[in-house]
């Protein structure tokens, strides 16, 4: 079927085995263009055809055609909207103004078809019939409509869908999570559990900026990481255990026998010899506390670092400890401006139970502190560099560990606090004098 | 296109609106063997790439198909992932963090129809609509931002160079013969949407050149203070130029400041950057977020310029191709990119990817530059 624009650049990315979005695109074009359900779609039907013609156009000249938004969203709210306009309204006046929803997805991204369905139609009818699955920061996207159709949109996610928008601009941003104990061994905490309760808790800080900039909470569920918290998250909760790593010594044996594939079979495609437990598992641990004797399995947990090598080599022989939590740390982000910063660790291990009563109070005393002091888009992870680790002790009341530090300071300029040292910083000028001449 | 209401007042917004009610709960979508065995799982196994069995303590098990996808998916594409979920999967079906889709079933005997179900469907080009893989020490899916399709500071696409990456490294995304995983990131610019900064291989767009300035406009379209507060080197100042004649408000830009992040075009639509010579690409490589042995790390830059060539941008894949060979061929068994790089010496790895160092190469932006410099005489001498 001929479509509105020549897409010869666009064409090119059709071949070739990965999944062309192009080939999505002009799908969903001829969809909307042959209209066989009737739909009386609420934008106009040659979104996807526009969206084409646009990105062509940006393949020829190398450059966007895009413009930055300006204020649409819907009443009440400060975020969940991007607008967003082209810079050729006239070219291609179906994608003249394509504004972006962010829609707050389930925690740990489990669908059934059922509520997908309800979430195409709508964008169907109101939208673009294009979204994102998912944006970077975890949301639904739909990508694309104009702005009438943005209280309508938000008004039959509310009554029908039983749904709320995400977050955008100067505010908690839409939380996300691992899929956790759903469907994982590893799984310290309930990331899901967790990430649902804060979403809620935190509504009014997810919709209405307050913020002197995005604010972002991840859950992992181990220190493996899977959603990035660690460099993609202002506040950083991590799954962690206090106590001993569980030993199955039969199963040990089994992988030393080779019975079963270290890393749960994950390096299968190639033939990297029979599994060696000493330099696979005891020499690369960080702690250097595992011992293999040739037959018995030793771990010196007091040593271990919860670097989850040693478990995710042999997920059937080793598990988790028992006495779970997890650690939070703060402040990652991407580089503008000082250079990009991966979370520092604040608080090395706290429980996760509902009413999470403790996780709250560190979080509320973290943004009290930088709705004070952070400046105009600083994130807390500038605000913690620029006033310094210690500040941020003081203003969540934690007391300094060892753990906090890869080392000490390197340099002597302690700042001490008046009361730390005694009598004060108010000398005698004339009682100094008496010992000592001008 | 008769306008149809929702229900939606615009005379009284506020009647019967209903806010702040969060997203559905998660525990409506468990497929039933997930919610039975929430947090009872014992251990998993990957049976192929793309496969894996995860067993409960019940002795339940379930099996999970996992498939690539590009992000930027409509709604018919979705509507046919309904289909098969519908069909094998009693309905249920999730997201993975990396764009990846996964289809899940409570016995091994449903696996085959589902695979062969996935792999049978082929878009009109050719390419897999369901390619299985993603798992273990392989390549999963490239995380990625909005590009030409959506952004207005973007330095290059997003979709595009994912696509013509994913299709170069297709054979390891379907396969699991790397070392470790290795994970690729797109960011189109420079704010990093796509926090890209800690991946195995980074994809980045980047301005190399100043804002142009529309002075004659300037001062109508835009707040001039707060484009010159969102300049994060305060390289804007508020200045008067002549215009036919007219002395008009406007801005000077100290261009030997300008990081050419575009957030004065944020602010200021009069202040584009885009620049088809000026904008490329840069690759970022041994960055990593798991804990996994050593500590999480960040990307560093390996090549500052490489053209920004739709519609296949061949000089990026084929520099993430040959990285990712040397690194295949040359890294131990569990070793990160980032960890293989420090082991052997950055200067080792620029010799053995056929890499040139360049003086863009070294780190000159404030303090943490100097901790990057080599305090030491010890260092590989390299051909």
Same mark, same amino acid.
């Given at each position: 079927?001929?479509?509105?624009?020549?897409?010869?650049?666009?064409?090119?990315?059709?071949?070739?085995?990965?999944?062309?979005?192009?080939?999505?695109?002009?799908?969903?074009?001829?969809?909307?263009?042959?209209?066989?359900?009737?739909?009386?779609?609420?934008?106009?039907?040659?979104?996807?055809?526009?969206?084409?013609?646009?990105?062509?156009?940006?393949?020829?000249?190398?450059?966007?055609?895009?413009?930055?938004?300006?204020?649409?969203?819907?009443?009440?709210?400060?975020?969940?909207?991007?607008?967003?306009?082209?810079?050729?309204?006239?070219?291609?006046?179906?994608?003249?103004?394509?504004?972006?929803?962010?829609?707050?997805?389930?925690?740990?991204?489990?669908?059934?078809?059922?509520?997908?369905?309800?979430?195409?139609?709508?964008?169907?009818?109101?939208?673009?019939?294009?979204?994102?699955?998912?944006?970077?920061?975890?949301?639904?996207?739909?990508?694309?409509?104009?702005?009438?159709?943005?209280?309508?949109?938000?008004?039959?996610?509310?009554?029908?869908?039983?749904?709320?928008?995400?977050?955008?601009?100067?505010?908690?941003?839409?939380?996300?999570?691992?899929?956790?104990?759903?469907?994982?061994?590893?799984?310290?905490?309930?990331?899901?559990?967790?990430?649902?309760?804060?979403?809620?808790?935190?509504?009014?800080?997810?919709?209405?900026?307050?913020?002197?900039?995005?604010?972002?909470?991840?859950?992992?569920?181990?220190?493996?990481?899977?959603?990035?918290?660690?460099?993609?998250?202002?506040?950083?909760?991590?799954?962690?255990?206090?106590?001993?790593?569980?030993?199955?010594?039969?199963?040990?044996?089994?992988?030393?026998?080779?019975?079963?594939?270290?890393?749960?079979?994950?390096?299968?495609?190639?033939?990297?010899?029979?599994?060696?437990?000493?330099?696979?598992?005891?020499?690369?641990?960080?702690?250097?506390?595992?011992?293999?004797?040739?037959?018995?399995?030793?771990?010196?947990?007091?040593?271990?670092?919860?670097?989850?090598?040693?478990?995710?080599?042999?997920?059937?022989?080793?598990?988790?400890?028992?006495?779970?939590?997890?650690?939070?740390?703060?402040?990652?982000?991407?580089?503008?401006?000082?250079?990009?910063?991966?979370?520092?660790?604040?608080?090395?291990?706290?429980?996760?139970?509902?009413?999470?009563?403790?996780?709250?109070?560190?979080?509320?005393?973290?943004?009290?502190?930088?709705?004070?002091?952070?400046?105009?888009?600083?994130?807390?992870?500038?605000?913690?560099?620029?006033?310094?680790?210690?500040?941020?002790?003081?203003?969540?009341?934690?007391?300094?560990?060892?753990?906090?530090?890869?080392?000490?300071?390197?340099?002597?300029?302690?700042?001490?606090?008046?009361?730390?040292?005694?009598?004060?910083?108010?000398?005698?000028?004339?009682?100094?004098?008496?010992?000592?001449?001008? | 296109?008769?306008?149809?209401?929702?229900?939606?007042?615009?005379?009284?917004?506020?009647?019967?609106?209903?806010?702040?009610?969060?997203?559905?709960?998660?525990?409506?979508?468990?497929?039933?063997?997930?919610?039975?065995?929430?947090?009872?799982?014992?251990?998993?196994?990957?049976?192929?790439?793309?496969?894996?069995?995860?067993?409960?303590?019940?002795?339940?098990?379930?099996?999970?198909?996992?498939?690539?996808?590009?992000?930027?998916?409509?709604?018919?594409?979705?509507?046919?992932?309904?289909?098969?979920?519908?069909?094998?999967?009693?309905?249920?079906?999730?997201?993975?963090?990396?764009?990846?889709?996964?289809?899940?079933?409570?016995?091994?005997?449903?696996?085959?129809?589902?695979?062969?179900?996935?792999?049978?469907?082929?878009?009109?080009?050719?390419?897999?609509?369901?390619?299985?893989?993603?798992?273990?020490?392989?390549?999963?899916?490239?995380?990625?931002?909005?590009?030409?399709?959506?952004?207005?500071?973007?330095?290059?696409?997003?979709?595009?160079?994912?696509?013509?990456?994913?299709?170069?490294?297709?054979?390891?995304?379907?396969?699991?013969?790397?070392?470790?995983?290795?994970?690729?990131?797109?960011?189109?610019?420079?704010?990093?949407?796509?926090?890209?900064?800690?991946?195995?291989?980074?994809?980045?767009?980047?301005?190399?050149?100043?804002?142009?300035?529309?002075?004659?406009?300037?001062?109508?379209?835009?707040?001039?203070?707060?484009?010159?507060?969102?300049?994060?080197?305060?390289?804007?100042?508020?200045?008067?130029?002549?215009?036919?004649?007219?002395?008009?408000?406007?801005?000077?830009?100290?261009?030997?400041?300008?990081?050419?992040?575009?957030?004065?075009?944020?602010?200021?639509?009069?202040?584009?950057?885009?620049?088809?010579?000026?904008?490329?690409?840069?690759?970022?490589?041994?960055?990593?977020?798991?804990?996994?042995?050593?500590?999480?790390?960040?990307?560093?830059?390996?090549?500052?310029?490489?053209?920004?060539?739709?519609?296949?941008?061949?000089?990026? +894949?084929?520099?993430?191709?040959?990285?990712?060979?040397?690194?295949?061929?040359?890294?131990?068994?569990?070793?990160?990119?980032?960890?293989?790089?420090?082991?052997?010496?950055?200067?080792?790895?620029?010799?053995?990817?056929?890499?040139?160092?360049?003086?863009?190469?070294?780190?000159?932006?404030?303090?943490?530059?100097?901790? +990057?410099?080599?305090?030491? +005489?010890?260092?590989?001498?390299?051909?």
């Amino acid at each position: 079927m001929e479509l509105k624009h020549k897409t010869p650049l666009l064409d090119e990315l059709e071949s070739g085995p990965w999944p062309s979005f192009v080939s999505d695109l002009k799908r969903e074009a001829i969809s909307r263009k042959t209209n066989e359900k009737g739909i009386d779609y609420q934008c106009p039907a040659e979104m996807p055809e526009d969206l084409l013609g646009v990105v062509e156009l940006s393949y020829e000249h190398g450059r966007t055609h895009w413009k930055h938004g300006g204020i649409v969203g819907v009443f009440g709210y400060g975020g969940g909207v991007i607008g967003r306009y082209c810079d050729q309204p006239e070219m291609f006046p179906a994608v003249a103004h394509f504004h972006t929803i962010r829609i707050n997805q389930p925690s740990g991204k489990y669908y059934t078809t059922e509520y997908l369905e309800q979430l195409m139609s709508l964008c169907e009818r109101r939208g673009s019939g294009l979204t994102n699955m998912h944006g970077s920061t975890g949301d639904i996207v739909f990508l694309g409509s104009h702005t009438p159709q943005l209280e309508e949109i938000f008004w039959e996610l509310t009554h029908n869908i039983n749904q709320d928008l995400g977050g955008s601009g100067g505010n908690l941003r839409t939380p996300s999570a691992c899929l956790g104990m759903s469907r994982c061994e590893y799984a310290c905490i309930d990331t899901q559990a967790l990430c649902h309760y804060m979403t809620n808790e935190y509504q009014d800080e997810l919709h209405r900026p307050a913020f002197p900039y995005k604010f972002k909470f991840k859950f992992d569920g181990c220190p493996n990481c899977c959603v990035a918290s660690i460099a993609r998250s202002d506040l950083s909760f991590i799954g962690t255990w206090k106590d001993d790593i569980r030993i199955d010594a039969e199963a040990v044996k089994a992988y030393v026998g080779g019975e079963l594939k270290s890393n749960a079979g994950a390096h299968a495609s190639r033939d990297w010899g029979p599994f060696d437990i000493q330099k696979e598992v005891v020499d690369l641990c960080p702690g250097e506390c595992m011992a293999w004797d040739g037959s018995k399995l030793a771990i010196d947990n007091s040593n271990c670092t919860r670097c989850m090598h040693c478990i995710n080599t042999m997920p059937r022989a080793l598990r988790i400890g028992q006495d779970t939590g997890l650690s939070m740390l703060v402040g990652a982000k991407a580089p503008i401006l000082d250079g990009a910063q991966i979370s520092s660790l604040l608080v090395p291990f706290i429980k996760a139970e509902e009413p999470y009563d403790e996780i709250k109070e560190v979080i509320e005393n973290l943004w009290d502190w930088w709705m004070e002091e952070g400046k105009n888009r600083e994130r807390i992870g500038e605000l913690m560099k620029r006033q310094g680790f210690q500040k941020m002790l003081e203003v969540t009341g934690l007391k300094a560990t060892a753990q906090h530090v890869k080392e000490p300071r390197s340099n002597p300029y302690v700042f001490w606090k008046e009361d730390e040292v005694p009598g004060g910083w108010k000398g005698d000028i004339n009682e100094f004098r008496k010992y000592h001449q001008r | 296109m008769a306008f149809i209401s929702s229900g939606y007042n615009p005379d009284k917004p506020m009647e019967n609106r209903i806010t702040d009610i969060g997203p559905r709960s998660y525990e409506e979508f468990l497929p039933p063997v997930i919610k039975k065995n929430f947090g009872k799982w014992l251990y998993h196994e990957i049976l192929e790439p793309g496969v894996l069995v995860h067993v409960a303590e019940s002795g339940d098990e379930v099996f999970t198909v996992r498939v690539g996808a590009a992000r930027l998916m409509t709604v018919s594409h979705i509507r046919e992932i309904n289909e098969i979920a519908d069909k094998h999967c009693d309905g249920y079906l999730r997201f993975t963090t990396r764009n990846n889709i996964e289809f899940m079933v409570d016995s091994k005997d449903k696996v085959e129809p589902l695979k062969q179900d996935l792999l049978s469907r082929k878009q009109a080009g050719g390419g897999f609509k369901f390619p299985i893989g993603g798992t273990g020490a392989g390549v999963t899916n490239i995380v990625h931002t909005q590009g030409w399709v959506h952004c207005h500071t973007p330095a290059t696409d997003a979709s595009g160079p994912v696509k013509a990456t994913m299709d170069v490294l297709f054979d390891d995304f379907t396969s699991m013969r790397m070392p470790a995983q290795v994970r690729v990131a797109l960011a189109c610019c420079l704010n990093m949407c796509g926090a890209v900064h800690c991946s195995d291989i980074a994809i980045l767009g980047y301005h190399r050149k100043p804002p142009i300035l529309d002075h004659e406009y300037l001062d109508k379209m835009c707040e001039i203070p707060l484009a010159i507060a969102a300049c994060p080197t305060a390289a804007i100042k508020p200045g008067k130029v002549e215009v036919g004649g007219e002395t008009i408000k406007s801005v000077s830009v100290n261009n030997d400041r300008c990081m050419y992040c575009g957030n004065c075009y944020t602010m200021c639509p009069s202040m584009p950057l885009a620049d088809t010579e000026g904008d490329c690409i840069v690759l970022m490589v041994g960055g990593k977020i798991s804990n996994r042995i050593s500590m999480p790390k960040f990307s560093k830059v390996v090549v500052p310029y490489l053209p920004n060539n739709p519609p296949r941008w061949p000089e990026t +894949t084929d520099a993430i191709k040959k990285i990712i060979e040397v690194y295949a061929a040359d890294a131990n068994k569990y070793e990160r990119l980032g960890e293989w790089a420090e082991r052997i010496g950055w200067e080792k790895f620029f010799e053995k990817c056929g890499l040139e160092f360049t003086h863009h190469l070294i780190d000159d932006f404030r303090d943490p530059a100097y901790f +990057t410099w080599r305090q030491s +005489t010890q260092f590989k001498f390299t051909k």
